[in-house]
């Protein structure tokens, strides 16, 4: 699983053989403390700027659903923006797991994202049928 080197910017290189002799603790915070400054973008290795850029850009998103369905001014937690929210990373985790089938780890959380939106439209249906079904037609879910 690892490298026979692994080139990190403070430290130098690190050699397998150093590597597995170390404690198990000291190997997993040492690979993630390697994985998040790697240099090089070959082969699809992320690097520490690139993970920030994903970070920033999710929260832009988020902002941007948050204005969207938001109901009243200072509104951040509305049934609205939660099944928003939840529909957008339902749907990233949904092509999460075209491109990886036997990823059963995210399967099972998708499934559990999908059982909370549910359980939050069934909440939104009892309590107000116009808003509901203002959302579901607004984020094109079937109903």
Do not use: W
Not at 3 to 25: C, M, Q, R, V, W
Not at 53 to 65: M, V
Not at 83 to 94: D, K
């Amino acid at each position: 699983m690892t490298p026979s080197n692994i080139s990190h910017p403070s430290t130098g290189t690190i050699k397998e053989s150093d590597y597995l002799k170390a404690s198990k603790f000291t190997q997993v915070r040492d690979y993630a403390i390697i994985s998040s400054f790697l240099t090089n973008n070959v082969n699809g290795l992320l690097t520490g700027k690139l993970i920030i850029r994903e970070c920033t850009l999710y929260k832009e998103k988020k902002t941007e659903i948050i204005e969207g369905f938001k109901r009243s001014e200072g509104d951040t937690g509305s049934t609205e923006i939660q099944v928003a929210l939840l529909t957008q990373r339902i749907n990233e985790l949904t092509r999460h797991m075209t491109a990886n089938r036997h990823d059963f780890h995210t399967q099972r959380g998708l499934l559990k994202l999908v059982g909370q939106r549910r359980r939050l439209l069934a909440y939104l249906g009892k309590k107000n049928k116009e808003r509901y079904q203002d959302l579901i037609s607004r984020l094109g879910l079937r109903k």
